[in-house]
C-alpha cells in the first residue's frame, strides 16, 4: 500500500505560479508511474500530466501546455507539478496518483490539495 500525501496548494492571483508536491510513503515509489489529477466543481476529474517510472512526460490536457510542467526526484519519493501563468480556470482540487504500469488504472490516490486562482 503507498500513501500519497499533496501539499503546495492555495491561493494566487492570475499570472501567478504554485508548485505542488506529492509524496509517497515508501521507497518502491520510485518503480511507479505517476499522475497529477484535478477536479473542479461541476466537472469531471481530469489527467493534467503524468510521468513514468523512467521519466517519459504526457500532458493529456491541452490547457496546461507549455505552463504545467510535471517531474520526479525519486531520491525523495516525490512528484512534482510546477504551475506557472496560472489561470481562474485552472482553479481546482489537485490529485496525485500513482499506478503499477501506463495499462493499469491509477491505483493510489493522495488526499487533495485545493488551487484558487483569482482574477
Known amino acids: 500500500q503507498v500513501r500519497l500525501v499533496e501539499s503546495g496548494g492555495g491561493l494566487v492571483q492570475a499570472g501567478g505560479s504554485l508548485r505542488l508536491s506529492c509524496a509517497a510513503s515508501?521507497?518502491?515509489?520510485?518503480?511507479?508511474?505517476m499522475g497529477w489529477f484535478r477536479q473542479a466543481p461541476g466537472k469531471e476529474r481530469e489527467l493534467v500530466a503524468a510521468?513514468?517510472?523512467?521519466?517519459?512526460?504526457?500532458y493529456p490536457a491541452d490547457s496546461v501546455k507549455g505552463r504545467f510542467t510535471i517531474s520526479r526526484d525519486n531520491a525523495k519519493n516525490t512528484v512534482y507539478l510546477q504551475m506557472n501563468s496560472l489561470k481562474p480556470e485552472d482553479t481546482a482540487v489537485y490529485y496525485c496518483?500513482?499506478?503499477?504500469?501506463?495499462?493499469?488504472?491509477?491505483?493510489?490516490w493522495g488526499q487533495g490539495t485545493q488551487v484558487t486562482v483569482s482574477s
Open positions: 496518483a500513482a499506478r503499477d504500469s501506463v495499462f493499469a488504472p491509477y491505483k493510489y
Open positions: 515508501e521507497r518502491t515509489s520510485i518503480r511507479y508511474n
Open positions: 510521468i513514468t517510472w523512467n521519466g517519459g512526460i504526457t
